[in-house]
């Protein structure tokens, strides 16, 4: 089954295509026993038959011309004209149109999915179009329970969603593509999969900190306003396999939210990030030094500012998804990690640099640590360091009344643990009373 999407090469495109790439048409459907119940139960909605051989087929466009054809597509296009997309388009069972990550592709979207339309009369077989569309498109949506705040949002709320002002285009694109799906499903049916903030493989939003973490050149990671507002996220190859239940189950329902049952705040997901890539610390800054960054475009600043509790009752109630990482990404930051360093292609080097003294080994080693952006560690600094920060924890212990009057830091470090920090400094003490006071053999 030929499956087109847009922007191959991107983060999200990349990721996705490889994964359906994989994947059997049908491998999400019930039992045989089940699918016989719906049809007895009378479907409006005729679904093509399958053999389980049968393995959705990725084709789709590039972000940028000159980007390397993605080893799991069949095809890429490099297209001129609108003509020539729309040939590309009717030739795939499956069309899905990404928007999360380039705003100029919202308008190609709804071209497609008008144009695919127009072409009702000439198909030969259903045709589906999915929207990935953004959570941002919900972000000033009224609680559903004013009286009970911590009540999340699920998908039957979706028709009094109100869109983030910045992304007001996205919200028209959602209603212009559930239009179109309703004239004719035995022909045309058309979906929207609302996508939480996207983490996982080389990371996209989070990549900000992520590689502030890595690098290692800030002391602390910045967490910006005060941090309590609560991200809808989805893991990157979860998202994938909601669109995957999409294709094989085409339910009835057309407005899907794609999000984990995480609901953690700005703060809890970059202090996990700076716990388990960098250094362990968190400073709040103000919102306004967001947008000094260049690094953050407007459209991440929002999305990092959003404050939405939802839960994925749709699809965890009618899809069969095996997740990568229903909890989010705290609770499954060691995976996110290893993903990170093996996409990102961050794998351990060692070199050795011999030579008699004087040679300039040291010199040499500055020169390489300054080259690849790598910590040039000397040893006597590094422990001298870390006898200094262990009496700055044990010191605590007798600050613990005062420093609770005076509340909660602005600097925040994680995994202080006065008895351990006591045990270890009486440790290194007493090695170097052993060896007249060097600080190691």
């Known amino acids: 089954r030929r499956v087109f999407l847009n922007h191959l090469d991107s983060y999200c495109g990349r990721s996705i295509g490889e994964y359906l790439s994989t994947c059997v048409v049908g491998a999400t459907l019930g039992s045989p026993e089940e699918e016989e119940e719906e049809d007895e139960n009378g479907s409006d909605v005729d679904v093509p038959t399958t053999s389980k051989e049968d393995i959705y087929e990725v084709v789709g466009t590039l972000s940028e011309p000159g980007s390397t054809n993605p080893r799991f597509a069949k095809e890429t296009y490099v297209v001129s004209s609108r003509e020539a997309l729309l040939s590309h388009l009717l030739e795939c069972e499956i069309v899905i149109y990404n928007i999360t990550e380039d705003a100029h592709q919202i308008e190609e979207a709804m071209w497609a999915a008008s144009a695919l339309h127009n072409e009702i009369e000439t198909f030969a077989k259903q045709k589906l179009f999915i929207l990935i569309s953004t959570i941002m498109t919900w972000g000033n949506t009224k609680l559903s329970d004013p009286e009970n705040p911590e009540t999340p949002l699920n998908d ?43 983490y996982g493989a080389e990371e996209g939003l989070f990549h900000y900190f992520f590689k502030m973490c890595w690098l290692g050149e800030a002391p602390a990671i910045p967490v910006f306003g005060d941090g309590n507002n609560i991200i809808p996220t989805i893991h990157i190859r979860d998202l994938a396999a909601v669109l995957q239940n999409v294709a094989d189950h085409r339910p009835d329902f057309q407005y899907v939210l794609a999000v984990d049952t995480s609901m953690h705040t700005l703060e809890e997901l970059i202090k996990c990030i700076s716990k388990n890539v960098g250094p362990g610390k968190i400073e709040k800054v103000p919102k306004e030094n967001a947008f000094l960054s260049k690094e953050l475009t407007q459209m991440q600043l929002d999305m990092l500012f959003v404050n939405l509790r939802m839960e994925p009752a749709f699809l965890k109630e009618n899809f069969n998804i095996t997740w990568v990482a229903e909890g989010g990404l705290v609770e499954n930051i060691a995976q996110v990690v290893m993903e990170y360093k093996r996409t990102r292609g961050l794998l351990p080097l060692k070199v050795c640099i011999h030579g008699p003294p004087g040679s300039g080994k040291s010199t040499i080693a500055e020169e390489l640590c300054k080259h690849y952006k790598l910590h040039y560690i000397r040893t006597n600094e590094v422990i001298a360091e870390k006898i200094a920060d262990l009496e700055r924890i044990v010191a605590k212990e007798t600050d613990d009344v005062k420093t609770e009057g005076e509340g909660e830091d602005d600097v925040e470090e994680e995994g202080e643990n006065i008895e351990e920090a006591k045990e270890l400094l009486e440790g290194i003490k007493e090695n170097m009373k052993r060896n007249k006071g060097r600080k190691y053999e």
């Open 156 to 198: 039957d709320d979706f028709r009094r969603r109100k869109s983030h002002p910045s992304f007001m285009d996205y919200l028209n694109a959602e209603k212009h593509v559930a239009k179109l799906g309703k004239t004719n499903k035995e022909k045309f049916l058309t979906y929207v999969v609302a996508s939480g903030h996207q």
